[in-house]
């Protein structure tokens, strides 16, 4: 073998483990794209989920508005979903995405 053709063994191994480390750097990565309300309300998820978006303006402290504003950020960058409360069909619940 030479010194320019490469070992496709070794090569194989370094990109597994830089995809390893892109999928768990990948919402740290996406999370500092976002607004700081976006990273408290995603907080408030990580301790207690599924919330409601009245129950994410109680824990947070966030006015309802830039509270549904996060939730939206949070839900268009793929961290958070949302899902029909059962308890109440106008209302959604939301939690973090896996």
Same mark, same amino acid.
């Given at each position: 073998? =030479?010194?320019?053709?490469? &070992?496709?063994?070794? &090569?194989?191994?370094?990109?597994? &483990?830089? #995809?390893?480390?892109?999928?768990?750097? =990948? @919402?740290?990565?996406?999370?500092?794209?976002?607004?700081? =309300? $976006?990273?408290?309300?995603?907080?408030?998820?990580?301790?207690?989920?599924?919330? @409601?978006?009245? @129950?994410?303006?109680?824990?947070?402290?966030?006015?309802? #508005?830039?509270?549904?504003?996060?939730?939206?950020?949070?839900? &268009?960058?793929?961290?958070? @979903?949302?899902?029909?409360?059962?308890?109440? $069909?106008?209302? =959604?619940?939301? #939690?973090?995405?896996?």
């Amino acid at each position: 073998m =030479s010194a320019t053709e490469t &070992d496709p063994e070794v &090569d194989g191994n370094a990109d597994t &483990d830089a #995809r390893a480390d892109e999928d768990s750097g =990948s @919402t740290e990565t996406a999370l500092a794209d976002l607004p700081p =309300s $976006a990273k408290l309300v995603y907080k408030v998820l990580e301790y207690e989920q599924p919330l @409601t978006q009245e @129950t994410v303006v109680a824990e947070s402290r966030l006015c309802p #508005r830039t509270a549904r504003y996060a939730l939206g950020k949070l839900e &268009d960058a793929g961290l958070v @979903t949302s899902r029909a409360c059962l308890e109440d $069909a106008r209302q =959604s619940k939301y #939690r973090l995405a896996e």
